[in-house]
């Protein structure tokens, strides 16, 4: 594991941060810095369009495609500054970090000339079509069904745990388009507009009042003939691509969003006496440890990927890392609740400018207030599942790294 990066990564990066210091908000590098919920709604609309005038939304796509062609190093210290001073760096995380890459790997030039500009500058917002009610895990058995139609696909089904549906105006969507052949063989993956009469979205009220979680229905929905990615019939091994994307990215910065939470567990036992528990102070160092681990967790990945090494320990590193941070964070957010006590049920629970660290989601019912804590906690309950539950990642891990046997099947028949 290397520890050191090379000058054009750290010349890079002080171009980021003179950048970020030029068009950040007067004041957001100070101490104590907050704004009101008008200024924050402002700076909310009006980032976006800064950071595409930088150059920054996907800058290590190749310039060709509207990227700056970064190198991998010169990536990570652009997401390492905008991790340091704590400045959202994605436009729409469905559109550049999982369709976008894909798209990149296994588009047409005319689907990456129609698709990637939108993602670019913000002007597209994308969702996720995988998961089906009785198809979650078992992603491969779906039963929505695209049929063509002349110079189209028509769709029927339903898609549930569907995040932003009602406002994305694309799906890359998994559908079934060959129901004769071995299930993982006929699937084929599309880019589906939103936007039209055989498409109805529900949200999915969470406890925390949040409905950003969808049911999706498509009934004679269409799609355009050529809006395969990755060819009729091979959308498995698209979705792969994806899925490894969503379970693979920030190798570096990832832990910093836990490193905050660690900070402010600490004051606030601190300050409310919690930190004279024992079971408490031990807890906290468990936290601390793994957080640790991640990050050099991270920094080995990012060692192997520049080296373009496999061997069985970073295969077993990346089939592993989803299932451990997702698993970490639930025990963290159950020791929130531990040392908050009764102060967990405020409403106002945590700090007042950045909310919870991970809990920047804006869509609490009205009248249904919960902290951002809270709100943190509720999704972390999430978490083991989304992206491949922990129970797969854990057959993956024993089947694909370690070699195990596959899980027997039961019987069927007689």
Known sequence: MDLTYPNEAEEFRAEIKAWLHDNLPDGWFDDGFEMTAEERKEFNATWPSKLFEGGWICATWPAEYGGKGLSTMQGVALSEEFANAKAPMRGDFFGDTLVG?????WGTEEQKKEFLPGILQGRTRWCQGFSEPDSGSDLASIKTTAELDGDEWVINGQKVWTTQGHHADYCFLLTRTDPDVKKHAGISYMLVPMNQPGIEVRGITQPDGTAEFCEVFFSDARCAKDAVVGGVNNGWKVANSTLGF????????????????????????NENGAIDDPHIRQRLMQYYSKIEILRFNGLRNLTATL?????????ALGATNKMF?????QRSMELALDIYGSDSMLIDTGPEAGGWPGASRDQRREGYPVSPMMSSFFFSRS??????????????????????????????GD
């Open 383 to 412: 978490e083991t599942i989304w992206g491949g539950t922990s129970q797969i990642q854990r057959n993956i891990v024993g089947e694909r790294v370690l070699g195990l046997p596959k899980e027997p099947k039961p019987p069927t």
């Open 246 to 269: 969503e379970r693979g990215q920030s190798a570096t910065t990832g832990f910093r969003r836990f490193a905050e939470e660690y900070r402010l567990l600490v004051e606030k036992a």
């Open 101 to 105: 890459p894909t798209l990149l790997q």
């Open 325 to 329: 941070w997702t698993e970490m964070h």
């Open 307 to 315: 080296n373009k090494s496999k061997d069985m320990g970073t295969a």
